[in-house]
């Protein structure tokens, strides 16, 4: 039996104006280009491939399901600019055969620079999740997949408002370094077996890379040997993990459907007629599972030693991605040695009432300015990963996305110091 376990994750960062050192106004985002991004992808992605699988689950009688993880700065985005895309993943929620799982609001490195923060960021993006739709988060991701035995060992202390442990399971990287000769295709748990909810020790899920990447990067590769890729081969691979494991954990960006790879690589057709491929080539044994029924299903067969920070992005699997060079290090060590002053100001029930709204503009700003993207764009690496670090950022160069950021800290730090209540806030 192979268990099909697709997480499709969803993530729009707030873009920075350019923002020069004479700046003064406390209007860092850049409203016209976040509205116009977020309504490019929704045209070629988000839109068509939220039909995709509405018609998948409703053809297949619901034995087609998957998972997604939506930042809540994404959330906020499409309510803002994009609410029918909202609509679509509300509808998603309804059929019972989505899941949606927890992550940080603000897709930020939190977790490596502040326990509370990352604490505080975990718990408003399961209220988010909440109301819209209708879910309580019972597996975690990390941002970017960043994952060790210490992010394992702090996920199963996170407690529900029973007082007992929240999640059940993490998603992370399934990477050779620390597997060895074993496959990601079984549950695992952290060295100690953290329990976690549910009475159980802590489940692991890991990211099959290759076969996720031969979605999400080889796909339209007239290169790659295995060119074009059919639901049918792809099918063929699936099932050979029949004997040898049962998970087939395929996680990736939602945007490489219609944005990475494009509407004319037939990709919207490939993942069409994928489930049945599936089911076809070994009928009544390969199925599609979320990750919560995968956690529940199969119980751990050993440990998942990842003693050194892990993540999905770039070759190197690490965090050299948003702290390789000194520009990403100073950047995020002068953004949290803020934090005590801005949540200081955020709780001060002294000030008067137009006084802390403008305190709860300077939080949500500073969250803002946690999103790991904005150091992403610092990044200086030019040789395997450098061309995907260009496509992603707004900027000239790494150092124009530096200066920028460190001129919008130096304003956030202006209004620490005064207390800024001037000019009034507006919600743009």
Same mark, same amino acid.
């Given at each position: 039996?192979?268990?099909?376990? #697709? !997480?499709? +994750?969803?993530? +729009?960062?707030?873009?920075?104006? /350019? !923002?020069?050192?004479?700046?003064?106004?406390?209007?860092?985002?850049?409203?016209?280009?976040?509205?116009?991004?977020?309504?490019?992808?929704?045209?070629?992605?988000?839109?068509?491939?939220?039909?995709?699988?509405?018609?998948?689950?409703?053809?297949? =009688?619901? @034995?087609?399901?998957?998972? #997604? *993880?939506?930042? %809540?700065?994404?959330?906020?985005?499409?309510?803002?600019?994009?609410?029918?895309?909202?609509?679509?993943?509300?509808?998603?929620?309804?059929? %019972?055969?989505?899941?949606?799982?927890?992550?940080?609001?603000?897709?930020?490195?939190? $977790?490596?620079?502040?326990?509370?923060?990352?604490?505080?960021?975990?718990?408003?993006?399961?209220?988010?999740?909440? =109301?819209?739709?209708?879910?309580?988060?019972?597996?975690?991701? /990390?941002?970017?997949?960043?994952?060790?035995?210490?992010?394992?060992?702090?996920?199963?202390?996170?407690?529900?408002?029973?007082?007992?442990?929240?999640?059940?399971?993490?998603?992370?990287?399934?990477?050779?370094?620390?597997?060895?000769?074993? =496959?990601?295709?079984?549950?695992?748990?952290?060295?100690?077996?953290?329990?976690?909810?549910?009475?159980?020790?802590?489940?692991?899920?890991? =990211?099959?890379?290759?076969? *996720?990447?031969?979605?999400?990067?080889?796909?339209?590769?007239? %290169?790659?040997?295995?060119?074009?890729?059919?639901?049918?081969?792809?099918?063929?691979?699936?099932?050979?993990?029949?004997?040898?494991? #049962?998970?087939? /954990?395929?996680?990736?960006?939602?945007?490489?459907?219609?944005?990475? +790879?494009?509407?004319?690589?037939?990709? #919207?057709?490939?993942?069409?007629?994928?489930?049945?491929?599936? $089911?076809?080539? @070994?009928?009544?044994?390969?199925?599609?599972?979320? &990750?919560?029924?995968?956690?529940?299903?199969?119980?751990?067969?050993?440990?998942?030693?990842? &003693?050194?920070?892990?993540?999905?992005?770039?070759?190197?699997?690490?965090?050299?991605?948003?702290?390789?060079?000194?520009?990403?290090?100073?950047?995020?060590?002068?953004?949290?040695?803020?934090?005590?002053?801005?949540?200081?100001?955020?709780?001060?029930?002294?000030?008067?009432?137009?006084?802390?709204? /403008?305190?709860?503009?300077?939080?949500?700003?500073?969250?803002?300015?946690?999103?790991?993207?904005?150091?992403?764009?610092?990044?200086?690496?030019?040789?395997?990963?450098?061309?995907?670090?260009?496509?992603?950022?707004?900027?000239?160069?790494?150092?124009?996305?530096?200066?920028?950021?460190?001129?919008?800290?130096?304003?956030?730090?202006?209004?620490?110091?005064?207390?800024?209540?001037?000019?009034?806030?507006?919600?743009?």
């Amino acid at each position: 039996m192979a268990s099909v376990c #697709f !997480y499709f +994750q969803v993530h +729009q960062p707030f873009r920075i104006k /350019n !923002y020069s050192v004479f700046d003064e106004h406390p209007f860092y985002f850049d409203t016209a280009k976040n509205r116009a991004i977020c309504e490019k992808v929704a045209d070629k992605c988000y839109r068509p491939m939220n039909q995709v699988l509405l018609d998948l689950i409703r053809e297949n =009688k619901g @034995n087609f399901r998957c998972s #997604f *993880s939506i930042s %809540g700065v994404a959330l906020e985005q499409f309510e803002n600019y994009t609410p029918d895309v909202l609509d679509q993943y509300k509808a998603l929620a309804e059929t %019972g055969c989505v899941e949606f799982l927890a992550e940080t609001t603000h897709h930020s490195l939190s $977790f490596l620079y502040s326990r509370a923060e990352f604490e505080a960021q975990v718990a408003a993006h399961t209220e988010l999740i909440q =109301k819209h739709f209708g879910q309580t988060p019972t597996v975690f991701r /990390n941002t970017e997949l960043i994952y060790s035995n210490e992010v394992g060992h702090a996920v199963s202390k996170i407690l529900g408002p029973d007082g007992k442990p929240r999640f059940k399971g993490v998603c992370c990287e399934g990477w050779d370094h620390y597997l060895g000769f074993r =496959k990601p295709s079984y549950v695992y748990t952290p060295p100690g077996a953290p329990i976690a909810a549910g009475g159980k020790p802590l489940g692991l899920l890991l =990211k099959n890379y290759r076969l *996720s990447d031969d979605v999400a990067f080889r796909f339209s590769n007239r %290169g790659w040997a295995e060119w074009p890729l059919s639901a049918e081969k792809f099918a063929q691979w699936v099932n050979h993990v029949n004997g040898d494991g #049962f998970l087939i /954990n395929l996680f990736m960006d939602y945007e490489t459907f219609g944005e990475h +790879q494009w509407a004319d690589t037939g990709i #919207f057709e490939f993942m069409r007629a994928l489930p049945k491929a599936v $089911f076809d080539v @070994n009928p009544g044994q390969n199925h599609f599972i979320t &990750p919560s029924m995968a956690l529940d299903e199969f119980a751990p067969v050993g440990e998942y030693d990842v &003693p050194h920070y892990l993540s999905w992005a770039d070759t190197e699997r690490d965090l050299s991605a948003w702290l390789g060079n000194a520009m990403q290090a100073n950047a995020l060590a002068e953004l949290y040695k803020v934090e005590r002053d801005v949540k200081r100001i955020a709780s001060d029930s002294s000030l008067t009432p137009k006084q802390q709204e /403008n305190a709860q503009y300077l939080l949500e700003d500073w969250r803002k300015l946690t999103t790991s993207d904005h150091f992403y764009y610092m990044c200086t690496k030019y040789w395997a990963d450098g061309d995907v670090h260009k496509y992603f950022s707004p900027y000239d160069s790494p150092y124009d996305a530096y200066i920028n950021f460190m001129n919008v800290l130096d304003n956030i730090q202006a209004r620490i110091a005064s207390y800024e209540t001037k000019p009034e806030r507006v919600k743009v």
